[in-house]
Structures are given as structure tokens and as C-alpha cells.
């Protein structure tokens, strides 16, 4: 059963009051591989600490209700590092805390707070919520316990089945960031220079409309020829016995649509390259201690550096033949 909308103000109270009832344990997860800018705030610290009477235990996971993350390396090497866990016991004090930190379901997001609060009965999840795709679902098949969640005021639920059926055809038209899509609108056309920041519903794409992610002209992606949208020239820049730009390569092999030209679709290609190796430099330039060996060996190394520098400004020149 699906939450439609995020329980706020009233809502959220009741929502966490049957929770509370029916649960034993609620979950709130930390996310350690910070982006920038992610230092935990001091509303997420007063939480913690306001929870810690109230805490069952803490744990590093892959994994928890409603998210699976990637485990293995990302593509410059370094180790991903699981979530912090933390598991409470659902006593009315907590209740209070939830309730002061935050007044939407949803609002549970990093860096500001924890974040996906769900609930835990008999060691099964009951209400998952995933903060990030503002997303919320009840696991229960309970006639009585349906009723109960059927008669909060307020709560926009759907079964999966009712979800189903009432898809609209156009999707993404009604997107929670009110975007309005430029060709329905109505005043642009093929080979127009879209404005900034324009947005195109899934019905337009279906019909073949799309706009270039470099030179923002609208085309037609059936009309392209398939072969201009092959890199020419392969770039490479080995340092040992790996390959810096491997990783790119290998994400243009399969790389369909969004590009309108030859000329557009080697830029994205150049400028991504050094988008790539910009970053293994500032990545070996700050001084976080790092799982990755390639990162290393970039840092320590002046010569490296000097190579991913000179590389760089290789790329930039080839770009000017386009
Ligand atoms: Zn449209
Ligand atoms: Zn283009």
C-alpha cells in the first residue's frame, strides 16, 4: 500500500501515532559517502543525541528497508562505504523527537537530518519510506490493520493495484518540480535553440522530440545518423597498467540519445574526458585519506599529475576541430 503524497503537519502526527502503536522499532539512516557539503548538521546531531536513550543498537549496512547501495568501488576506485543504521525502540519520548525535528514524513533528508525513517514490526518492515525518491509504502496484508491506516485524515494511500490501473499516460507531466514541458507549450520547433533549463514531457520524447544536451537545439533523434554518434578517436591515458579514461569509454559505447550531431556528440564525449581526469586531480589534490590505489599514485607522484595536466590540455585543443 503506497503513501501518494508526504504526510505533513497533522498527518505526519497521526501517521507516526499508529506507527508508534503498531511497531516495536523505527530505523533512521546516516549515508557515509558524503557529497559535498554534507557535515552533519546540528539539527542531525540533536537527534542523535536526543535518540540515544532510546537506541537498540547502531550498525554499518549495505542495505535496509527500501534501498539497496552499490558495494564494490566506484569508478575511481575508492571503496563505497556503507550507511550508518540506527535502531530505536518506539517509546513516546522518541515519538516527541521525530515529531519537533522535523513535520513531514519526507523532510527526513541528509545533511539536515537522518535520513528514511521506517518502522520495524516483528522483525519485518511495516512503513518504508525512502527520503530521496519521496517514496513511502505500508508492507502489510492485516484487513484491520489497513483500516486503521485507511482512517488517518488526510493520508493519501493507493494500493499497487489501483496505482496501476490509474497511470496517466503522460507521466512525468505532473512532476513534483512543476516543470512545464516547452513543446507543449507550443512555440518551438525542430532545429530551435531551446531556452535554458527547458524541460520535455514523456509524451514529446515519445514522439520524438528531443533537445541536445550540448548546443540545446531541438531534433528529431530518429533522423540521426548512427554513425556520427560513434567516437572517432578513442582517448586514452594510461598510468601503470590502468586506464583513466576506460571508464568513459566504456559509458559511450552504449550511450543513446540527447546528443542532435557529429560535432555535438564529440564535444560531450572531449568535454566529459576531461570532466573525468579534472576530477582524479582534485581528488589526489585534497588530502581525505582514500581507499582508491589510482588516486594514490596520482598524489605522490608529481609526474602523474604533470601527465593528467598535459592530457587535459590535449583534449581542449582537439575540442577547437570541432
Ligand atoms: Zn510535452
Ligand atoms: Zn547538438
Same mark, same amino acid.
Given at each position: 500500500? /503506497?503513501?501518494?503524497?508526504?504526510?505533513?503537519? =497533522?498527518?505526519?502526527? +497521526?501517521?507516526?501515532?499508529?506507527?508508534? !502503536?503498531?511497531?516495536?522499532?523505527?530505523?533512521?539512516?546516516?549515508?557515509?559517502?558524503?557529497?559535498?557539503?554534507?557535515?552533519? !548538521?546540528?539539527?542531525? @546531531?540533536?537527534? #542523535?543525541?536526543?535518540?540515544?536513550?532510546? #537506541?537498540?543498537?547502531?550498525?554499518?549496512?549495505?542495505? &535496509?528497508? *527500501?534501498?539497496?547501495?552499490?558495494?564494490?568501488?566506484?569508478?575511481? %576506485?575508492?571503496?563505497?562505504?556503507?550507511?550508518?543504521?540506527? /535502531?530505536?525502540?518506539?517509546?513516546? %519520548?522518541?515519538? =516527541?523527537?521525530?515529531?519537533?525535528?522535523?513535520?513531514?514524513?519526507?523532510? &527526513?533528508?541528509?545533511?539536515?537530518?537522518?535520513?528514511?525513517?521506517?518502522?520495524?514490526?516483528?522483525?519485518?518492515? &511495516?512503513? $518504508?519510506?525512502?527520503?530521496?525518491?519521496?517514496?513511502?509504502?505500508?508492507?502489510?496484508?492485516?484487513?484491520?490493520?489497513?483500516?486503521?491506516?485507511?482512517?488517518?485524515?488526510?493520508?493519501?494511500? =493507493?494500493?499497487?493495484?489501483?496505482?496501476?490501473?490509474?497511470?496517466?499516460?503522460?507521466?512525468?507531466?505532473?512532476?513534483?518540480?512543476?516543470?512545464?514541458?516547452?513543446?507543449?507549450? %507550443?512555440?518551438?520547433?525542430? *532545429? +530551435?535553440?531551446?531556452?535554458?533549463?527547458?524541460?520535455?514531457?514523456? %509524451?514529446?520524447?515519445?514522439? *520524438?522530440?528531443?533537445?541536445?544536451?550540448?548546443?540545446?537545439?531541438?531534433?528529431?533523434?530518429?533522423?540521426?545518423?548512427? +554513425?556520427?554518434?560513434?567516437?572517432?578517436?578513442?582517448?586514452?591515458?594510461?598510468? *601503470?597498467?590502468?586506464?583513466?579514461?576506460?571508464?568513459?569509454?566504456?559509458?559511450?559505447?552504449?550511450?543513446?540519445?540527447?546528443?542532435?550531431?557529429?560535432?555535438?556528440?564529440?564535444?560531450?564525449? #572531449?568535454?566529459?574526458? $576531461?570532466?573525468?581526469?579534472?576530477?582524479?586531480? @582534485?581528488?589526489?589534490? +585534497?588530502?581525505?585519506?582514500?581507499?582508491?590505489?589510482? $588516486? @594514490?599514485?596520482?598524489?605522490?607522484?608529481?609526474?602523474?599529475?604533470? $601527465?593528467?595536466?598535459?592530457?587535459? =590540455?590535449?583534449?581542449?585543443?582537439?575540442?577547437?576541430?570541432?
Amino acid at each position: 500500500m /503506497y503513501i501518494t503524497s508526504d504526510p505533513k503537519d =497533522k498527518v505526519y502526527k +497521526d501517521l507516526l501515532d499508529l506507527a508508534f !502503536s503498531e511497531c516495536e522499532q523505527f530505523i533512521l539512516v546516516v549515508r557515509q559517502n558524503a557529497r559535498q557539503g554534507d557535515i552533519p !548538521s546540528e539539527t542531525m @546531531n540533536n537527534v #542523535l543525541k536526543g535518540l540515544s536513550t532510546f #537506541l537498540i543498537e547502531k550498525k554499518e549496512q549495505y542495505e &535496509w528497508p *527500501g534501498t539497496r547501495l552499490w558495494s564494490g568501488r566506484d569508478c575511481f %576506485g575508492r571503496q563505497q562505504k556503507p550507511a550508518l543504521v540506527y /535502531y530505536y525502540r518506539t517509546q513516546d %519520548g522518541a515519538k =516527541k523527537i521525530l515529531l519537533d525535528a522535523a513535520n513531514s514524513l519526507y523532510s &527526513w533528508l541528509q545533511p539536515n537530518l537522518l535520513e528514511d525513517l521506517s518502522f520495524i514490526k516483528k522483525q519485518k518492515p &511495516w512503513l $518504508i519510506s525512502t527520503s530521496h525518491e519521496r517514496q513511502a509504502y505500508f508492507e502489510t496484508d492485516d484487513e484491520y490493520e489497513i483500516k486503521k491506516i485507511e482512517s488517518i485524515k488526510g493520508l493519501e494511500v =493507493k494500493t499497487r493495484e489501483s496505482i496501476r490501473k490509474n497511470r496517466p499516460k503522460v507521466i512525468y507531466v505532473n512532476d513534483p518540480l512543476n516543470l512545464e514541458c516547452v513543446f507543449c507549450k %507550443g512555440n518551438l520547433h525542430e *532545429g +530551435d535553440i531551446a531556452p535554458e533549463r527547458s524541460f520535455v514531457c514523456m %509524451g514529446c520524447i515519445n514522439n *520524438g522530440l528531443a533537445i541536445c544536451n550540448v548546443d540545446r537545439r531541438i531534433f528529431d533523434p530518429q533522423k540521426i545518423n548512427k +554513425d556520427d554518434l560513434r567516437i572517432q578517436d578513442t582517448q586514452t591515458l594510461k598510468i *601503470g597498467e590502468f586506464d583513466l579514461l576506460e571508464y568513459i569509454n566504456k559509458d559511450f559505447l552504449d550511450r543513446k540519445g540527447g546528443l542532435c550531431s557529429k560535432k555535438c556528440f564529440h564535444l560531450f564525449y #572531449l568535454n566529459q574526458c $576531461i570532466k573525468h581526469l579534472q576530477t582524479y586531480l @582534485n581528488l589526489a589534490s +585534497d588530502n581525505d585519506e582514500t581507499t582508491s590505489e589510482i $588516486i @594514490n599514485e596520482i598524489r605522490n607522484n608529481e609526474v602523474n599529475q604533470y $601527465i593528467l595536466k598535459n592530457k587535459i =590540455k590535449q583534449l581542449e585543443t582537439i575540442k577547437l576541430i570541432y
